[in-house]
């Protein structure tokens, strides 16, 4: 499996481009080749990642109590969807990529796929790197992003700041002060089933750390790892946001791949202290799988803020079309007083997808307020569900939070479900839910087929209409890449 | 320009047009008239190939080729726009965006560049003044919380930008108070032109004083039933259409 985290484009592309055309340095591909572990999971087998990453020895102590737990976890069921048991004795967790199984050139990588790749705009030499070409620099690419000439551009920038942006393999080494403060205090190891297998077996994600009173100077994003086959499935990315700071993330993987079912388990921790606020927004395009549900990615995600100081904030926008399970609740813990949570969705599901997603807001703390917009958009013979919790526990003294859901159905053989949970245990608090279900109309589509716009723009245009208060709460590029994902991955959905 | 020859048309199992004979030149401009129910709109409807509405005999031909072969874009593309009778709201979409995404999808259609913003707002700022357009209308979402007069002169706007070949007006004087009613008749009138034709389908003869109609077609439970010049409409407006429906 092979993942592009991208980021908007800016006038750095170019270079970008520049360097995912370069040739890699021979003698490169051994070195990582040697790192890769036998598949299998054991005690022994944690201790060797641990070993050959270098850990401190509470890194150590984190991950096999987290296989320890796992061991005692089984895992959940999901009723509505045939999903096949990951055997996680035939993973490798601690992998390189598999260098010769992939397709010679592009002329054997299937034309429906590399006409997706087209329309997204994504260059033929990164085409060959998603297609998993043999010999397209799929390794080097990610070491050429990691390595320190394209790293110094924007590293110099942030250093400046103080701000810490790097692997978390590289944050355990350099700041293990800082990963043992917070690793684990958002999700423990415990959480759940695959936030414990993620907690012990992690070997990717990134790390973010701003300091007292810093506004990051620039939008982080992932970008700048492509992780290559088997790899970074279980990805951990905590941030940090120390009092008065502020910092906006870009979680981009909007390239579809092809893909046997595939589980991807990642966590993401963030916390925010006082006045703090952090943005954090998701483009999420993996492959759903084709129209029979074969193939696609199996996401199952756990995010989640702690909102830890007074005054501070947390807004999640995310933008989810692809993957052919979604199990999804990015979600804040309202510790701090006056803190804010907020959460933005478009989930976008066709063929047959099925995406459960939602949110969490636990008002902990007095005037904490949330507001949850919540767009799904249901095709073909897909299912797309809400799950939302508001919960508010007895000290959070006015309490405020507004949810409004917004289901747009696509044909007749798709569904979409609200499930609007609600826990208030302080009657000074306020919650507000508002649901509404639509269809594109027929006299829309017509309207706008009058005014010439072709069936494929029109429901492109109808649907992000339908998605605008999410959209804008996403950075100028990032929006304009994710209208495009809707249009495509809703083509043909309509008529 | 627009020939139409027995016209037979249904939705669904439902017979709605039975016959329709007309010819429209360049320049030319029909009013279509009739009482409720008649199928006017159903008319503009099969012209602008609405999904649904069935031809099941008859012909038109537009600038010389089969009509009825083409897709609704197409025909827009083709330089056939339909003021609607009921605009259509569509949330989130600003007007202006929404116009600009027309514009650029039929030029593109023609091979001509697209227009960028600039362009674009040059454009629709001329053609908004034409019709005392507020300028908040260009930046609200399509249609939405629109005054029924303004949907009607949103319509006109949508086509002055557009600059179509044939225009198909669809009750566009219903809910306009008089003033509203110039202003539209004002617009509609300064894109006549000898390459431009028009059906201004109207259930008043109140519109033809301000649009004058070089012909104008009684319709009636799916056929036309008279045809005469604008003098035939102040005959409607007088007598009314009695002995006409009945027939
Ligand atoms: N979608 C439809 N399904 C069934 N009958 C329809 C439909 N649209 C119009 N009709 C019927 O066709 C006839 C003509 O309607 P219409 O073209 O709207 O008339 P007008 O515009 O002249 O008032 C009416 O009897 C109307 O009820
Ligand atoms: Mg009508």
């Known amino acids: 499996m092979e993942e592009l985290d991208r980021k908007p484009k800016t006038s750095d592309d170019d270079h970008v481009d520049e360097l995912l055309n370069r040739d890699y340095e021979a003698g490169f591909v051994t070195d990582i080749e040697s790192e890769s572990l036998p598949p299998g999971l054991d005690e022994g087998v944690i201790r060797e990642i641990s070993k050959r990453k270098e850990e401190p020895e509470f890194m150590l102590e984190f991950r096999l109590n987290a296989y320890r737990d796992w061991l005692k976890m089984t895992e959940p069921e999901w009723a509505h969807v045939n999903y096949e048991k990951v055997d996680y004795q035939s993973i490798s967790y601690f992998s390189a990529p598999k260098l010769n199984d992939g397709p010679k050139s592009l002329d054997e990588v299937d034309p429906e796929l590399l006409a997706t790749y087209e329309k997204l705009g994504i260059s033929l030499k990164e085409q060959e790197v998603l297609a998993g070409v043999q010999g397209a620099p799929k390794v080097a690419v990610d ?142 395009n993996w492959y759903p799988g084709d129209e029979n549900g074969k193939g696609g990615i199996y996401n199952f995600v756990t995010k989640r803020a702690d909102c830890r100081g007074v005054n501070s904030k947390v807004s999640w926008t995310q933008v989810e079309t692809g993957s052919a399970i979604t199990w999804k609740y990015p979600s804040c813990i309202l510790t701090g007083d006056n803190s804010v949570g907020e959460f933005y969705s478009v989930a976008v599901t066709n063929k047959r997808q099925e995406a459960d997603t939602g949110t969490k807001m636990i008002h902990v703390g007095k005037n904490t307020r949330s507001t949850v917009i919540s767009k799904g958009i249901s095709a073909g013979r897909s299912n797309n569900s809400y799950r939302g919790l508001i919960k508010i526990l007895p000290n959070a003294e006015g309490a405020r939070n507004y949810t409004q859901c917004d289901s747009l159905l696509m044909g007749d053989q798709c569904g979409a479900h609200t499930f609007p949970y609600i826990e208030g245990k302080n009657p000074t608090a306020q919650v507000e839910h508002e649901a509404t279900t639509s269809k594109i109309s027929e006299d829309q589509l017509f309207y706008c087929l009058q005014r010439g716009l072709s069936e494929e723009d029109a429901v492109g245009l109808i649907v992000n209409g339908f998605c605008k208060e999410v959209m804008k709460n996403l950075p100028m590029e990032f929006a304009v890449e994710a209208q495009k994902l809707l249009g495509i991955s809703l083509e043909g959905s309509v008529g | 320009m627009l020939k139409i020859e027995n016209l037979h048309a249904s939705v669904g199992d439902k017979a709605i047009l039975k016959g329709i004979n007309l010819e429209v030149k360049p320049g030319e401009v029909h009013a279509i008239m009739g009482p409720n129910g008649s199928g006017k709109s159903t008319l503009s409807y099969v012209l602008a190939g609405r999904d649904g509405y069935e031809v099941t005999d008859g012909s038109v031909t537009y600038n010389g080729e089969d009509l009825i072969e083409k897709d609704a874009d197409e025909r827009a593309c083709d330089g056939i726009y339909l003021a609607f009778q009921y605009p259509v709201e569509i949330p989130g979409v600003s007007n202006s965006y929404f116009l600009r995404a027309a514009v650029n999808a039929q030029r593109k259609h023609r091979g001509e560049d697209e227009l960028d913003a600039m362009g674009f707002l040059k454009l629709a700022r001329e053609k908004a003044k034409l019709l005392e357009l507020p300028d908040n209308l260009m930046h609200r979402p399509v249609n939405v919380g629109f005054s029924g007069g303004e949907k009607k002169r949103n319509e006109i706007f949508h086509m002055a930008v557009l600059e179509p070949q044939l225009c198909l007006l669809d009750e566009t004087d219903s809910g306009l108070d008089i003033d509203a009613l110039k202003t539209v008749a004002n617009g509609v009138n300064s894109l006549r032109s000898p390459d431009r034709a028009m059906i201004v389908v109207t259930h008043y003869q109140r519109l033809l004083d301000y649009i004058v109609p070089d012909q104008v077609h009684v319709l009636s439970g799916g056929k036309i039933v008279k045809s005469g010049d604008k003098d035939l409409a102040k005959q409607l407006e007088a007598e009314g259409y009695g002995d006409l429906v009945a027939a």
């Open chain 1, 143 to 284: 070491a050429v992003f990691d390595s320190v000439s394209v790293a110094t551009t924007f590293k110099e920038t942030l250093n400046e700041a103080g701000v810490i942006f790097c692997p978390i393999s590289e944050a355990c080494r350099e700041h293990p002060e800082l990963v043992q403060k917070y690793l684990g205090t958002v999700v423990p190891t415990s959480d759940n089933f695959f936030a414990a297998l993620n907690s012990a077996v992690f070997s990717d994600g990134s790390f973010v750390y701003i300091p007292e009173g810093v506004r990051c100077p620039m939008e982080l994003s992932t970008y700048f790892r492509i992780n290559a086959a088997n790899t970074g499935q279980f990805e951990r990315t905590i941030i940090i946001a120390d009092k008065g700071s502020y910092v906006s993330y870009l979680e981009g993987c909007t390239a579809p791949m092809r893909d046997e079912n595939q589980l991807h388990a990642a966590v993401v921790e963030l916390v925010a202290l006082d006045d703090a606020e952090i943005k954090y927004s998701t483009v999420q």
